[in-house]
């Protein structure tokens, strides 16, 4: 894995994705490692969509005090519950079902609910929160993370409210809940994991500086991005 450094950013690029799997899985188990023997907790925020799947597939094989790790997610549709489409369901599917992690540790954004209140719920169920150990994220097309998408609110203000309740996503379904970049920066590490060449023009646009959602995500320790090669464009392209 080749590593260079642009800012606050580092950039991780390995050759294929079964390397990208395998990075990011070493990253969750040695953040779970390090926040369990310093805190006795692991507080690990997912990303949601295709990208991960294969990893959360992985992590049912791990072992580990599942008793200590507590699961959030960075952001939701407003779907049905038990919708196929679900983060929530995605992550359970492939993993969380699967490992006896306590279901009180496994805090669910109630889309049920409506964007709107769904939104202040969840921001309760977070305000007892500090810092998260690690955060997980992916990258879109147009450069959004989470539910941040372009021309839209980020909340990128340090007193930004955690939740934002958003209502006219510019991709089904409409209305969704996402963490506000002021909140998904409060982690200890922040990694985004970006596979697929129809990534390359967010990549490019991210590395020169554009004002894509992504770059809203700042803690103070700074951002990985772990993606493949190919994706890694010069910076002169």
Not at 157 to 166: E, N
């Amino acid at each position: 894995m080749n590593s260079t450094k642009l800012g606050c950013y580092r950039w991780h690029a390995v050759a294929n994705q079964s390397e990208l799997r395998y990075a990011a899985l070493r990253t969750i188990l040695d953040n779970s490692t390090m926040a369990v023997q310093q805190r006795g907790q692991f507080h690990l925020v997912l990303a949601g969509g295709d990208t991960p799947r294969e990893i959360y597939q992985q992590l049912r094989f791990i072992q580990t005090d599942w008793s200590t790790w507590h699961i959030y997610f960075s952001d939701e549709r407003c779907l049905l519950p038990n919708d196929s489409k679900l983060n929530s369901c995605m992550a359970r599917e492939a993993w969380l079902d699967h490992v006896p992690i306590p279901e009180s540790q496994m805090y669910i954004i109630p889309v049920e609910l409506g964007a709107s209140r769904a939104a202040c719920k969840y921001a309760q169920t977070l305000r007892s929160i500090g810092m998260f150990d690690l955060t997980f994220l992916g990258l879109g097309e147009d450069g959004h993370t989470a539910s941040l998408f372009p021309e839209h609110e980020w909340g990128i203000a340090p007193d930004s409210p955690d939740t934002l309740a958003v209502f006219d996503a510019p991709k089904p379904p409409l209305q969704r809940v996402s963490m506000s970049a002021a909140r998904l920066s409060r982690s200890r590490q922040v990694m985004f994991l970006v596979k697929g060449e129809s990534k390359h023009i967010a990549v490019s646009k991210w590395r020169k500086g554009k004002n894509i959602p992504a770059r809203a995500i700042m803690p103070i320790t700074g951002v990985d991005v772990l993606l493949e090669s190919s994706l890694l464009v010069p910076l002169s392209a």
